[in-house]
């Protein structure tokens, strides 16, 4: 039998490269049956005949594109003109070599941040120049007019409120169920049927409630001193079990239980959603519900946190006879009364002050009450 030859032979051609050497920074590349890379390549229209035409690659897997050039990189300006690829063709035994670029690809990232707004105007700048190197009277008119700005900004309009406006910096989803209370039920004949319990507690989560439940269904006057003394629940929870866990319902007791982790839910800080386990006094399949349902993408936005108060304020009020003591909700849910009583307004609940208490009532009954900002009044 005769035996194949090969002949080879080494032509070097000075022609576009058809071959690129490509290194990813942080994966090997994977090949499978079915191509998942796709690969571009550009070559700059400047022509300089002492050096190579600048070239860039681009992989695109569908979901994040990677980069690269010949230029940039070290690696890149030593091999530009030392590297060759040989391809051999196995039908007619002929082994050539290519001239070819190296290209170390590395993720292309969108940055969205904008920088005209990071940067400070020049009164600013004056005020953190005083506000360091001042005197005492001109700190102190700076730091009055900035908690006076504080305060005015945590005043949110009753049009937002309806709207659903957000002016958070941070990219949020759209969702269907974004709108900040429950559905409400317009033609309802009595105040229990304004609005489902199970709009505010899924009934999935109702259902499974009844163990975690027990604990207030089974109480001495002794426990409840030992959870006032531990700070255990809010005092929301705590005023409504010393005057009623000896005659307290399963119904009840599964309102209350869900009440807690909305409380725990929106007193949240930023520092606590960046741990691993952000509520750790939640148990599933709670907690995974909550999150889902109003956390945006780890972040607690403004928004969500007036949601949350209006489905803890809806659950505070159906196990209360429907009204309840605004300043004892403000201390449980961690909120300003301002944003209380304009979270109420928004669910049809009537306000009324109790100066000598220095409080708020908040009482659900119908007609429900139709808020109108002072300038629409009708004179």
Same mark, same amino acid.
């Given at each position: 039998?005769?035996?194949?030859?090969?002949?080879?032979?080494?032509? &070097?051609?000075? !022609?576009?490269?058809?071959?690129?050497?490509?290194?990813?920074?942080?994966?090997?590349?994977?090949?499978?049956?079915?191509?998942?890379?796709?690969?571009?390549?550009?070559? &700059?229209?400047?022509?300089?005949?002492?050096?190579?035409?600048?070239?860039?690659?681009?992989?695109?897997?569908?979901?994040?594109?990677?980069?690269?050039?010949?230029?940039?990189?070290?690696?890149?300006?030593?091999?530009?003109?030392?590297?060759?690829?040989?391809?051999?063709?196995?039908?007619?035994?002929?082994?050539?070599?290519?001239?070819?670029?190296?290209?170390?690809?590395?993720?292309?990232?969108?940055?969205?941040?904008? *920088?005209?707004?990071?940067?400070?105007?020049?009164?600013?700048?004056?005020?953190?120049?005083?506000?360091? *190197?001042?005197?005492?009277?001109?700190?102190?008119?700076?730091?009055?007019?900035?908690?006076?700005?504080?305060?005015?900004?945590?005043?949110?309009?009753?049009?937002?409120?309806?709207?659903?406006?957000?002016?958070?910096?941070?990219?949020?989803?759209?969702?269907?169920?974004?709108?900040?209370?429950?559905?409400?039920?317009?033609?309802?004949?009595?105040?229990?049927?304004?609005?489902?319990?199970?709009?505010?507690?899924?009934?999935?989560?109702?259902?499974?409630?009844?163990?975690?439940?027990?604990?207030?269904?089974?109480?001495?006057?002794?426990?409840?001193?030992?959870?006032?003394?531990?700070?255990?629940?809010?005092?929301?929870?705590?005023?409504?079990?010393?005057?009623?866990?000896?005659?307290? &319902?399963?119904?009840?007791?599964?309102?209350?239980?869900?009440?807690?982790?909305?409380?725990?839910?929106?007193?949240?800080?930023?520092?606590?959603?960046?741990?691993?386990?952000?509520?750790?006094?939640?148990?599933?399949?709670?907690?995974?519900?909550?999150?889902?349902?109003?956390?945006?993408?780890?972040?607690?936005?403004?928004?969500?946190?007036?949601?949350?108060?209006?489905?803890?304020?809806?659950?505070?009020?159906?196990?209360?006879?429907?009204?309840?003591?605004?300043?004892?909700?403000?201390?449980?849910?961690?909120?300003?009364?301002?944003?209380?009583?304009?979270?109420?307004? &928004? !669910?049809?609940?009537?306000?009324?002050?109790?100066?000598?208490?220095?409080?708020?009532?908040?009482?659900?009954?119908?007609?429900?009450?139709?808020?109108?900002?002072?300038?629409?009044?009708?004179?």
């Amino acid at each position: 039998m005769a035996k194949l030859e090969t002949k080879i032979s080494l032509q &070097s051609l000075n !022609l576009q490269c058809p071959v690129f050497l490509a290194e990813f920074s942080n994966a090997d590349l994977k090949f499978k049956k079915r191509q998942s890379l796709q690969f571009q390549s550009f070559r &700059s229209s400047e022509k300089n005949a002492l050096s190579n035409p600048k070239k860039m690659l681009v992989a695109s897997t569908g979901k994040l594109q990677y980069g690269g050039s010949n230029y940039e990189s070290e690696m890149s300006k030593i091999t530009s003109s030392l590297l060759k690829v040989g391809v051999y063709n196995k039908r007619t035994h002929k082994f050539k070599l290519y001239d070819t670029d190296f290209f170390h690809l590395k993720p292309l990232l969108k940055c969205r941040i904008d *920088f005209n707004n990071s940067q400070k105007s020049w009164s600013e700048k004056t005020e953190d120049l005083a506000l360091t *190197f001042g005197s005492k009277n001109r700190k102190r008119v700076i730091t009055s007019r900035l908690k006076y700005e504080s305060a005015s900004n945590d005043t949110i309009s009753y049009e937002k409120i309806q709207s659903n406006i957000s002016l958070e910096t941070t990219v949020i989803e759209e969702r269907k169920d974004d709108c900040l209370i429950p559905p409400q039920n317009k033609d309802a004949k009595c105040v229990d049927d304004i609005y489902s319990i199970y709009d505010v507690v899924p009934k999935e989560d109702y259902d499974c409630l009844d163990t975690e439940a027990r604990i207030f269904t089974n109480i001495t006057r002794e426990n409840l001193q030992l959870w006032r003394n531990e700070a255990k629940y809010c005092d929301l929870i705590l005023h409504f079990l010393e005057t009623r866990y000896q005659s307290l &319902s399963l119904h009840t007791a599964k309102l209350l239980c869900y009440l807690n982790y909305m409380t725990i839910l929106i007193k949240t800080t930023y520092k606590d959603l960046k741990r691993k386990d952000p509520f750790p006094d939640i148990p599933q399949p709670y907690k995974s519900s909550l999150m889902e349902k109003f956390l945006v993408n780890r972040s607690l936005p403004l928004r969500m946190k007036d949601k949350i108060l209006s489905h803890a304020m809806i659950l505070a009020l159906t196990i209360n006879n429907y009204h309840i003591d605004g300043k004892m909700l403000a201390s449980s849910t961690h909120a300003s009364m301002t944003r209380i009583v304009l979270v109420a307004y &928004s !669910l049809g609940c009537h306000v009324k002050d109790k100066k000598a208490e220095g409080t708020k009532l908040i009482e659900l009954k119908l007609p429900l009450f139709k808020y109108e900002p002072r300038g629409r009044q009708k004179k």
